[in-house]
């Protein structure tokens, strides 16, 4: 399983790289504008990221924008249903308006900070991502 972290915060982002490098291999990068980036070259290189964890207040461009433009990529090259990548949109922010927006936009998961991991495993159960029960 392929995975990237879009993270500004380093803590945050060591401690989403060492939980999802247990189910697969991992990028990280510090912006929404790298995270369009790195997605868009994995599916020019036909090796496209499973999961995108995008966290929503990052510099440059913040993550549901970033997840717009990822799900237009994926349109654009008319990615199958089921090959889309599961998007996590992880934040501090609690709010329904965020919420929804996220979900109108096409992600799966909506995880507030701090990170409950023991709900994050049981999500991508759910969302029949290849794991095993690694802690």
């Known amino acids: 399983m392929r995975i990237l972290i ?3 915060d380093y803590v945050n982002r060591r ?3 060492k939980f999802f490098s247990q189910y697969g291999d991992c990028d990280m990068v510090v912006n929404g504008e790298e995270a369009v980036q790195a997605f868009m070259f994995s599916v020019e290189e036909k090796d496209p990221y499973d999961v995108v964890c995008l966290d929503i207040m990052m510099p440059k461009l913040d993550g549901l924008k970033a ?3 990822i799900n237009s ?3 654009e090259k008319q990615i199958t249903y089921e090959n889309l990548s599961k998007k996590f949109v992880i934040t501090a922010l609690d709010n329904a308006k965020d919420v929804q927006n ?3 936009l096409g992600c799966e998961v909506y995880v507030t900070k701090p ?3 023991d709900k994050l495993i ?3 159960k759910k969302l029949n991502l290849d794991i ?3 802690k």
């Open 6 to 8: 879009a993270e500004d």
């Open 15 to 17: 401690f989403l790289f």
């Open 67 to 69: 997840l717009k433009m």
């Open 73 to 75: 990529i994926e349109k």
């Open 102 to 104: 996220a979900f109108e």
């Open 115 to 117: 990170i409950n991991t």
């Open 122 to 124: 049981e999500v991508m």
């Open 132 to 134: 095993d029960d690694k």
